[in-house]
Nanobody
Framework: VQLQASGGGLVQAGGSLRLSCKAS????????MGWYRQTPGKQRELVAS???????KYADPVKGRFTISLDNPKNMVVLQMTALKPEDTAVYYC?????????WGQGTQVTVSS
């Protein structure tokens, strides 16, 4: 399994970014996928997830602002982030999990300036 994340960058507060995660070795359409984020000194936390039945979950701080979705033809999981806040600044990681085993992408930095 390989996960290649992209799309991070620097954006002003209120702006938008789109993160993409290209998966190899699995089919995202039938997998449990997610996006996590981590800031220095803190534990990695779940941002959003999408399961094989397409049900989604969001962390409370991002509800209504972030949307997780699948691009099945490209075998990618996408995180659309809008109304970004400085507290969204973090390294974002794509995740695949199966039976409690986690696979991670390399992380992409998102920085939101005030």
């Amino acid at each position: 399994v390989q996960l290649q994340a992209s799309g991070g960058g620097l954006v002003q507060a209120g702006g938008s970014l789109r993160l993409s995660c290209k998966a190899s070795g699995i089919l995202v359409s039938i997998s449990n996928m997610g996006w996590y984020r981590q800031t220095p000194g803190k534990q990695r936390e779940l941002v959003a997830s999408i399961s094989g039945d397409s049900s989604t979950k969001y962390a409370d701080p991002v509800k209504g602002r972030f949307t997780i979705s699948l691009d099945n033809p490209k075998n990618m999981v996408v995180l659309q982030m809008t109304a970004l806040k400085p507290e969204d600044t973090a390294v974002y990681y794509c995740n695949y999990n199966i039976n409690g085993k986690f696979y991670w992408g390399q992380g992409t930095q998102v920085t939101v300036s005030s």
